[in-house]
């Protein structure tokens, strides 16, 4: 008996602004009107810049760890550019460009970071869930949103976002497996940085590419630059698509290189080398925009110097909002554990004893020993 | 209105009585799990509920704790009442993370955004031979985790009454139920009812000794009482805690003020446990009306064994609990 092909397939590799400044403007048609493209770059530019003073708040002691995102931009800023603004955004904690993007005001991540819960309080009608730490958790969320929109017959859809490393994760795979089989409209979004913390990619995954992980859940997969603003607007929009007419999911593989350390408590020197950093620092999203916008004769350096004004200024307005909201009351520890705080918390609140459950100081009149016989 | 008798139904019709009677009063509410389903439920529990609510609302997942749980857990953030079956709370705990770690915090950690009213029921505890792997009482475990309610129910009645006010409450229940009374009879009206959280129920009144306990050895320790009374000339009173978070210390500390003299009995293990929780509390509040220290009645220290006779051992039992209140009262 001959042997047949039971599968065949391909992986496409989406790029249209490359770091060459070559630009395919036929893929681009239609994709990115030029005053986004400058709103775009204004908005990067900013997130760059609230990187850099982040990094600076946190060796000051202003600010507690802090995972930059610098020369990752594109890849979350690009997919909440071609969302919906009702679509959900379920990110990790590398998605500040698109966050802000959708709304998010910049003392909120700012206040999360300077270790304050209320920091991560985002307005519902921003639809954007907590940044999630645990690794691949947020992914089956993203999951569950899609399948409650689909459930109540809205055309929202979810867009999650993670890394490399989280592509090793249970959750990763089951959230896969539950949005192919039950027909939800997610898009998977995996920022590939080629880095978890220390550990490359090659002890993530063996296979050539991430994005072929989607094909074993029988999901549509593609990978794109995720440097490229384009790029990734292309195969998220098409995603989105996919995800809104006929409720299917998309995994994308969105090859990006984080330029900074993994957190403010790394130090990405001791494992990583040089000349891979500056091959990439030639591969920097803003780079590659700001020459097309030049070359489209959009930008010029006085505007440049402008707009670094401009971030200097906004990120050190959202770094005084931040820093000018006062600590919670302790009081406030017990806020949010329940729905209703149940009368053992209430106990414990009015108390300030925590040590156990219901604990008082001192014997309650009701539970006083009768006549008081000792 | 006649005195007609209230009918009988089994454990497991009150539980599917009680999802089946909650999604048709709220959209919002469905179930999700193993089996639940074409095939009626592992257990059926969810028998007919198919035939009745679809395909849309009664979803059979792949096998996948963490994957359904976590599922579960998104569209209770965006307003659903899942219902998530666990074949087995063993097996939650591939899905730990989920549950403990995302949906009792989600609310604390969005700052008040993000709820998470969201249901996950099982069965939970040993004695149908499982192997230790499948017979864990996974309350002790579990109810350390601030954000998170408890309830266990020890009989038909309960569980209806107990399962509604778990569907209808803003915050992550777990619901512990035992395969070991599912088929359990009992009294359940026909009328609808709810039970509150945190409300102890006193099963036997007695002045001599108080015996606390949780789910199924509240059923251990009605029989150990009633060997004490016949046997022993001893009075017990025996409350059924019904939920363990929150837990309705209030009735148990006016049964020991007025007993002096309390067992506890608790079918997990008895480090750091549900157990050792209420023997602290009531040292506390009723601490100049104990006569004893509060004793308890534990699962021995040991993976669940497998042999029947083993198991039966292992776990609290009457002979254990009658033992228990003899030497409360010293009597033994
Ligand atoms: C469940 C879990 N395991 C481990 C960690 C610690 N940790 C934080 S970030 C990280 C690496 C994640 O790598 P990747 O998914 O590639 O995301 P990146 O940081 O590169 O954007 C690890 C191991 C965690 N937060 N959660
Ligand atoms: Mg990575």
Redesign the interface.
Known sequence: MPIKTAFKTEIEHVSILDEHGQFDAKLAEGLIPDDDLLALYRHMTVCRHLDEVAFKLQRSGRMGTYPQNMGQEATSLAAAYVLEKTDWLVPCYRENAGLFWRGVPMEYVLLHWMGD??G?????ELFC??LAI?IG?Q???????????K??GEKQI?CTFFGDGATSE??FH??M??AA??DLPVVFLCQNNFWAISVPGKIQCSAPTLAQRGLAYGMHCVQCDGNDLFAVAKVVKEAAARAREQSRPTFIEAVTYRLGDHTTADDARRYRDQAEVDLWKARDPLIRLRGLLKEKKLWNDSKEAELLEFAEREVAGAVQRAEGIEAPATTEVF??????L????LKQRETRRTS?????SG?SA??A??GG?? | MSATAVREIEFRDALREAMSEEMRRDPKVFLLGEEVAEYDGAYKVSKGMLAEFGPRRIIDTPISENGFAGLGIGAAMMGLRPIVEFMSWSFSLVAADQILNNAPKMLYMSGGQFGCPIVFRGNDGAGGQLGSTHSWCVESLYANVPGLKMAIPSNPYDAKGLLKTAIRDADPVFFLESERMLSMKGEVPEEEYLIPFGQAAIRRTGEDCTIVSFGRPVHFAMEAAETLAAEDGIECEVIDGRTIRPLDLDTIVASVRKTNRCVVVDQSWSFASVGSEVAAQISEHCFDDLDNHVHRVHADDVPAPYASNLEQEMLPNPRKIRSAVLSACYRA
């Open positions: 819960e209320r991560n309080a985002i307005p519902r869930t907590p645990p958790t992914m089956l969320h993203a999951a569950g949103l899609a399948w409650a929109a459930y109540r979810a249970g959750d089951e959230a497996n539950f089989n039950l806020d949010h554990t329940f729905a209703t149940d009368p053992q918390i156990s459950l219901g604990q008082q014997r009701s539970h020993p009768a016989s000792h």
